[in-house]
């Protein structure tokens, strides 16, 4: 059975930093590319990062230069580096596997930005 959890949102400044996990179980992980998604109130949920079974990563623009995807092989854990946060980026995160034509979602985690 896949699992995926997030851990590691939180309440943080402007400018802070956050560091997000998320554990899976269930599947070969390394064989997977994995993805962090967010929503924030009323609007759709967004793909933030991407990072691909070989190790290269994209970024949405939004988050470029701040954001960083990262994947540990060894521990089944993709994690993602937050930096230099804004208000915008306040929404739930949510890490994703795409696994034989079936999408999977964890169970987000919060992150505010506020000061």
């Known amino acids: 059975q896949v699992q995926l959890v997030e851990s590691g949102g939180g309440l943080v400044q402007p400018g802070g930093s956050l560091r997000l996990s998320c554990a899976t179980s269930?599947?070969?992980?390394?064989?997977?590319?994995m993805r962090w998604y967010r929503q924030a109130p009323g609007k759709p949920r967004e793909l933030v990062a991407i990072i691909a079974t070989g190790g290269s990563t994209n970024v949405a623009d939004s988050v470029k230069g701040r954001f960083t995807i990262s994947r540990d092989n060894a521990k089944n854990t993709v994690f993602l580096q937050m930096n230099s946060l804004k208000f915008e980026d306040t929404a739930i995160y949510y890490c994703n596997a795409y696994i034989r034509s079936d999408n999977y979602w964890g169970q987000g985690t919060q992150v505010t930005v506020s000061s």
């Open positions: 269930g599947f070969t992980f390394s064989n997977y590319a």
